[in-house]
């Protein structure tokens, strides 16, 4: 088992890592639910029509249909943002540069299982994030980057002295990968407000976090106020 990365340093670790299938193989379970006739592999029938439809869409625009989920993500970084209807309405936007109503209907019906897998997925990395939803973004774009990677494999993230922090476990092949895209996460979080997830900044004074000017003002009032019952 590949070791744990905390900080930059490697220690031995054995806790439980989530690591991400491709968003195809997550988004089945979906297309069966909501598209049982295109899911279905006939045995007897080689040219189940659909099928073949479907697996031709990604296997020819995996890197649209991808960059579709993860520009949803970026506009929805707050999971309760993620409702089914924004995520349909999404993907029934998608895909209008392709050529053939045919190739349109299947690209977005790929987007559509594939933004629900996706965001059923990060719903579950999000119970390891220990910081504050501001950051959740960051946090999932990391994991993208770092997914398939040798050994790769996520175990949290949370907030010390006001910064990100990342452990993660990779093998030696995958060290300089992730810590250079450990390396970016931490750099954006640092300014961005991790309550919010709007511009900020780190703020000092008896406690340290990265906050916008609105979440700094509150949090300083917040700690100049004499305790409850007054
Ligand atoms: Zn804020």
Redesign the pocket.
């Known amino acids: 088992m590949p070791d744990r990365i905390v900080g930059g340093r490697v220690i031995p670790d054995r806790r439980k890592a989530y690591r991400m299938e491709p968003i195809q193989a997550i988004a089945e379970p979906f297309l069966k639910e909501l598209y049982p006739g295109i899911w279905k592999r006939s045995e007897a029938d080689i040219d189940q029509l659909p099928r073949l439809m479907y697996d031709g869409v990604w296997r020819d625009h995996t890197d649209e249909i991808t960059a579709d989920i993860y520009a949803f993500a970026d506009f929805h970084p707050v999971d309760e943002q993620r409702a089914e209807g924004a995520i349909k309405a999404w993907s029934q936007q998608s895909g209008n540069d392709l050529e053939g109503e045919y190739s349109q209907s299947y690209y977005r019906v790929a987007v559509h299982v594939g933004l629900l897998a996706y965001v059923r997925y990060m719903r579950e990395l999000r119970t390891k994030m220990y910081c504050e939803p501001?950051w959740h973004r960051i946090v999932e774009r990391f994991h993208d980057a770092c997914s398939g990677q040798p050994g790769y494999g996520f175990i949290s993230a949370s907030e010390k002295w006001g910064g990100l922090s990342l452990v993660y476990r990779c093998n030696p092949a995958a060290q300089e990968h992730c810590r250079e895209a450990e390396r970016v996460a931490i750099e954006r979080a640092s300014h961005i407000?991790?309550?919010?997830?709007?511009a900020?900044e780190l703020r000092r004074s008896a406690w340290r976090k990265t906050?916008?000017?609105?979440?700094?003002l509150e949090r300083s009032k917040e700690g100049s106020l004499p305790d409850e019952g007054v």
Do not use: I, S, V
């Open positions: 501001g407000c991790e309550k919010c997830g709007l900020g906050l916008c000017d609105r979440h700094w």
